[in-house]
């Protein structure tokens, strides 16, 4: 049986939708998963029956994560947040890892895990950690922008082929403070954290990058993808 794995949505406030990119469904597709996309929902019960009735969970990119999750005053380069997605996502977060069930992080997802856990975030690179490293590209999306180093004896030093990786990158937030249950899996040339994982649970990790852009013509990131449902096969 193929892995069911829920991904959380996409909003757009200005056209009152939810809405997914074609790359997360493709990449867990491609590794052998079917892609599920979740309802918007915070109620406890329909989160437990979520998380009862799939197999693993990836956490997508969008809005900026609020603050206030990470008990900071909102700056002015802060972007829009989605207070509904924070808040579905919280609650879902605990529910999964109490039930020890696989995650993906990407994007905003390593953002929210990260916060949602005990860390802290830069709010906005280019005010708060100024660099020569470009962090926000122009499209297309599906190739290598700047470099990150992979750490020994991690997740991503498992499926990774080379020691230095090329990675895509489309983002204006980023972790600043680890939060302690976590541990770094990747680092930038400018010394950000780029991807992290959970040690004491089953396979909970997170990428800074963007592997659903780039799964079909890079095979380290089909690999991140790979991992991830090969976790949550029962």
């Given at each position: ?87 579905m996502?919280?609650n ?17 997802g ?17 005010s ?28 991503l030093?498992?499926i990774?082929?080379?020691?230095v ?51 079909q ?18």
């Amino acid at each position: 049986m193929r892995p069911m794995i829920g991904i959380v949505p996409l909003v757009d406030y200005e056209k009152e939708s939810y809405w997914m990119l074609p790359g997360y469904m493709g990449g867990i597709l491609a590794a052998g998963g079917i892609p599920v996309m979740l309802p918007l929902a915070d109620d406890a019960a329909v989160i437990m029956e979520l998380v009862e009735k799939m197999d693993g969970f990836l956490f997508t990119g969008g809005q900026d994560v609020s603050p206030k999750l990470y008990g900071e005053e909102k700056l002015p380069q802060c972007g829009e947040c989605s207070i509904e997605r924070d808040r579905m996502e919280k609650n879902l977060l605990e529910a999964v890892l109490d039930a020890d069930k696989p995650v993906l992080g990407i994007c905003r997802g390593i953002q929210f895990i990260n916060a949602a856990l005990g860390g802290t975030l830069y709010q906005d690179l280019p005010s708060q950690h100024p660099g020569e490293v470009e962090h926000h590209m122009t499209p297309p999306y599906d190739r290598e922008i700047h470099r990150v180093s992979v750490v020994e004896g991690t997740f991503l030093a498992e499926i990774m082929r080379e020691k230095v990786i090329g990675v895509n990158s489309y983002h204006h937030q980023a972790v600043k403070r680890l939060a302690s249950c976590l541990k770094t899996a990747a680092v930038s040339e400018d010394g950000l954290i780029e991807a992290l994982y959970m040690p004491d649970k089953k396979w909970v990790a997170a990428v800074q990058w963007h592997p659903e852009f780039s799964y079909q013509k890079d095979p380290n990131a089909a690999a991140i993808f790979e991992r991830f449902v090969k976790a949550a096969v029962k």
